[in-house]
């Protein structure tokens, strides 16, 4: 496999965790747990009406994922959204958390292959042009 087709593969991924992270779990609360973590972080009044619009910027940012537009910027702030909204779930809702305090391990993960398919591959892929 080239380049050019990993770091396309590595896009529609990260853009379908963003979709499905946005749709599914937050504006359709098929996993209500997303809406109890925002319930701890922002309150319970405003608690469902938080999570659907957090849910579609999520969906946003897949679109705007796919879009390539601003892509460098796109990526600083997805980088920026899932270390600072995992050190509040970790700090103010771990017991909340799939796999508790540990997920921020994988959202580091998550974050280092966001970086990885941005500033390492495209870099790479623009070179050999």
Excluded at 17 to 38: D, M, S, T, Y
């Amino acid at each position: 496999m080239n380049l050019k087709s990993l770091s396309n593969i590595l896009q529609y991924v990260i853009a379908a965790v963003w979709l499905a992270n946005g749709l599914f779990c937050k504006v359709l609360n098929l996993i209500p747990r997303h809406q109890e973590i925002v319930a701890r972080i922002l309150g319970e009044e405003y608690a469902s009406i938080f999570t659907i619009l957090i849910g579609f910027s999520e969906i946003a940012m897949a679109i705007w994922i796919l879009s390539k537009y601003f892509w460098k910027l796109n990526a600083i702030l997805q980088i920026g959204i899932i270390i600072l909204m995992n050190i509040l779930e970790f700090i103010l809702a771990p017991d909340l958390l799939l796999w508790g305090r540990f997920n921020i391990l994988f959202a580091l993960l998550f974050a280092l292959l966001i970086y990885y398919q941005n500033f390492v591959l495209k870099p790479k892929i623009s070179f050999l042009k």
